[in-house]
């Protein structure tokens, strides 16, 4: 499981940064802090129901 502190930095082999970007082109909300929010919450993890995703964890600076 996860701990406070660590660091999700790929989800299904994909950085978060390349997909929050990809994200951005479907995602609209009032303010930046909102659109963000919604990219974490709403699209990045969001898949079907009882599916599997594959994270990459950092933990105190290490891959796990």
């Excluded at 390349?18 to 909102?34: C, G, K, P």
């Excluded at 929010?37 to 995703?53: A, E, M, Q, T, W």
Aim: net charge neutral; aromatic share 4%; no cysteine.
């Amino acid at each position: 499981g996860l701990n406070e502190g660590d660091v999700i930095s790929e989800i299904d082999s994909i950085s978060i940064a390349e997909a929050s970007q990809n994200a951005l082109q479907y995602v609209s909300a009032s303010t930046v802090e909102r659109r963000v929010k919604n990219i974490l919450y709403g699209r990045l993890v969001k898949g079907n129901k009882h599916s599997d995703i594959k994270l990459n964890i950092i933990r105190n600076g290490e891959h796990l």
